[in-house]
């Protein structure tokens, strides 16, 4: 249950019912224009403040435009890349569709130029195979860095787009 910026857990012990407080991690808040924005907490693979990945479409595991990433995210959704038609049509040959929009999911389907918060172990597979999209070091969580190194990143780095978070 959430009240306020703390959220509140049951715990059973005993037949005794404790309640457990810890803030809640959404730092959003509204830009002079209205939009939704976040202030990360989070590191990127740069060691600065992760910065926003794409809010139009909204990406990231949390839908907050950002790369973060938690306990429930088990896909580890930390690269922020921009999508090409080859790394569109590789993944769909993966089984993961990333084209089809899928409401349920508050996921738009994604076409070339779009930029998304892509899972690092895919990202990996695609580098291996040829297909890499391009990736944001700004945008790009430091959990990456467990998965792919900061060398074939660079590699595949292009600068950050204002555009993308306004």
Same mark, same amino acid.
């Given at each position: 249950m959430k009240i306020g910026s $703390?959220?509140?857990? &049951?715990? $059973?012990?005993g037949g005794l019912c404790l309640l457990l407080f810890t803030s809640s991690s959404d730092n959003s808040m509204a830009s002079p224009n209205g939009t939704p924005t976040h202030i990360s907490q989070s590191k990127?693979?740069?060691?600065? %403040? $992760?910065?926003? /990945? /794409? %809010?139009?479409?909204?990406t990231g595991?949390? =839908?907050?435009? !950002?790369?973060?990433?938690?306990?429930?995210? =088990?896909?580890? !959704?930390?690269? /922020? @890349?921009?999508? %090409?038609?080859?790394?569109? %049509?590789?993944t769909r040959s993966r089984g993961n569709d990333l084209s089809t929009p899928r409401p349920e999911y508050r996921?738009?389907? $994604?076409?070339?130029?779009?930029?998304?918060?892509l899972c690092a172990l895919r990202w =990996?597979?695609?580098? @291996? @195979?040829?297909? @890499? &999209?391009?990736?944001?070091?700004?945008?790009? !969580?430091?959990?990456?860095?467990e998965f792919v190194g900061m060398a074939e990143l660079k590699r595949h780095a292009i600068a950050r787009s204002a555009e993308d978070c306004e």
């Open positions: $703390l959220v509140l857990f &049951p715990l $059973l012990i990127n693979v740069l060691g600065e %403040t $992760l910065q926003c /990945c /794409c %809010t139009n479409p909204l595991f949390y =839908r907050n435009g !950002h790369c973060e990433t938690g306990r429930d995210d =088990r896909g580890t !959704h930390v690269v /922020c @890349a921009q999508m %090409t038609e080859e790394f569109l %049509t590789f996921f738009p389907g $994604l076409q070339p130029g779009d930029k998304w918060c =990996r597979e695609a580098n @291996a @195979a040829g297909y @890499a &999209p391009p990736v944001v070091l700004e945008s790009t !969580h430091e959990k990456a860095l």
